[in-house]
């Protein structure tokens, strides 16, 4: 019975542990962090997404939307923050040339401000508008 006690304890001290370290990821996520996050993941998803054979044939850069959408949100729930809600919108997507605007939304990252008997919510949104350059290949 009195090692039992200690098994509870050690596993309250667990939880309790993983409960101080969500709290702390929650506080240290900013938004500077989500948008830098945001910025370097559409790069990186734009990179992914070239298609090369549709290069090689005309000589042109051109990227596939379905596989730049596939690639960010895999990449962007990978790296984003555990606790917090975020909502994403891919809109203005061009193949050639490319370019993609990406708008994300974290809850967490939501002001109230009450002025009287009205309440007024501001969200904090970050928009990438990113553009894929590329030298023309003359064969």
């Given at each position: 019975?009195?090692?039992?006690?200690?098994?509870?304890?050690?596993?309250?001290?667990?939880?309790?542990?993983?409960?101080?370290?969500?709290?702390?990821?929650?506080?240290?996520?900013?938004?500077?962090?989500?948008?830098?996050?945001?910025?370097?993941?559409?790069?990186?998803?734009?990179?992914?997404?070239?298609?090369?054979?549709?290069?090689?044939?005309?000589?042109?850069?051109?990227?596939?939307?379905?596989?730049?959408?596939?690639?960010?949100?895999?990449?962007?729930?990978?790296?984003?923050?555990?606790?917090?809600?975020?909502t994403i919108k891919f809109?203005?997507?061009?193949?050639?040339?490319?370019?993609?605007?990406?708008?994300?939304?974290?809850?967490?990252?939501?002001?109230?401000?009450?002025?009287?008997?009205?309440?007024?919510?501001?969200?904090?949104?970050?928009?990438?508008?990113?553009?894929?350059?590329?030298?023309?290949?003359?064969?």
């Amino acid at each position: 019975m009195k090692h039992a006690f200690w098994a509870y304890w050690l596993i309250l001290l667990g939880v309790f542990i993983v409960v101080i370290m969500l709290l702390v990821q929650s506080v240290t996520s900013n938004n500077q962090q989500d948008y830098f996050l945001v910025k370097e993941l559409t790069e990186v998803a734009m990179l992914d997404a070239v298609d090369y054979g549709y290069y090689r044939q005309y000589g042109e850069v051109r990227i596939n939307k379905e596989k730049l959408i596939e690639n960010f949100l895999r990449r962007f729930a990978e790296n984003a923050s555990l606790s917090t809600t975020y909502t994403i919108k891919f809109y203005g997507i061009y193949e050639a040339p490319p370019k993609v605007s990406i708008e994300v939304k974290g809850k967490s990252n939501s002001f109230t401000v009450v002025a009287g008997e009205d309440a007024t919510d501001f969200d904090i949104v970050n928009r990438i508008d990113s553009i894929l350059e590329g030298n023309k290949v003359e064969g």
